[in-house]
T-cell receptor, first 111, second 113 residues
Framework: SQQGEEDPQALSIQEGENATMNCSYKTSINNLQWYRQNSGRGLVHLILIRSNEREKHSGRLRVTLDTSKKSSSLLITASRAADTASYFCATDAVGFQKLVFGTGTRLLVSP | ETGVTQTPRHLVMGMTNKKSLKCEQHLGHNAMYWYKQSAKKPLELMFVYNFKEQTENNSVPSRFSPECPNSSHLFLHLHTLQPEDSALYLC????????????FGSGTQLSVL
């Protein structure tokens, strides 16, 4: 399976702290994406990093990609209570035309 | 709002009922998807439509029947479901299949009694 797996499954931090989530996958990819899901809602696209990129930034988000280790990390800096959500990585594997999602990391940011 | 609207937001049905989920996108996209999200499991891709044609059926039981009358609308017809089919059903769209970014609706939370 090309499925991504996020680590940790759950993360609890205080406002202002940084949150780091990791994603590992199994096959060669074209790109890797991170999505956010508030409880009971749909997923919202956050950021995409291509296989030839190593790092990407978007506001308070920083994503890294290590294709040799088949892993990615999502860093949220200066977290806020509104960042409380589940975060999913999704991989677009070479030769496939569909995204495959991982099981997600549940982030709780306490005021 | 993502431009993808799903109705109803919540649905409770018995195992002998027939119901339909509706998805509409206002983004001008040509590809539409149904995903199933169950507790503690990864999102499962169910069906993919590209320009109204079904391009993927991910071994979904026949009690789930999709319909795509045009590129803006997608339905999921449900009949004789099982309690294990209870889940959040998410619709998504993209400009075409293989495109990099999906736009999701808010989902229909389905409970089968």
């Amino acid at each position: 399976s090309q499925q991504g797996e996020e680590d940790p499954q759950a993360l609890s931090i205080q406002e202002g702290e940084n949150a780091t989530m990791n994603c590992s996958y199994k096959t060669s990819i074209n790109n890797l994406q991170w999505y956010r899901q508030n409880s009971g809602r749909g997923l919202v696209h956050l950021i995409l990093i291509r296989s030839n990129e190593r790092e990407k930034h978007s506001g308070r988000l920083r994503v890294t990609l290590d294709t040799s280790k088949k892993s990615s990390s999502l860093l949220i800096t200066a977290s806020r209570a509104a960042d409380t959500a589940s975060y999913f990585c999704a991989t677009d594997a070479v030769g496939f035309q569909k995204l495959v999602f991982g099981t997600g990391t549940r982030l709780l940011v306490s005021p | 709002e993502t431009g993808v609207t799903q109705t109803p937001r919540h649905l409770v049905m018995g195992m002998t009922n027939k119901k339909s989920l509706k998805c509409e996108q206002h983004l001008g996209h040509n590809a539409m998807y149904w995903y199933k999200q169950s507790a503690k499991k990864p999102l499962e891709l169910m069906f993919v439509y590209n320009f109204k044609e079904q391009t993927e059926n991910n071994s979904v039981p026949s009690r789930f029947s999709p319909e795509c009358p045009n590129s803006s609308h997608l339905f999921l017809h449900l009949h004789t479901l099982q309690p294990e089919d209870s889940a959040l059903y998410l619709c998504a769209s993209s400009p075409r299949t293989g495109d990099e970014k999906l736009f999701f609706g808010s989902g229909t939370q389905l409970s089968v009694l």
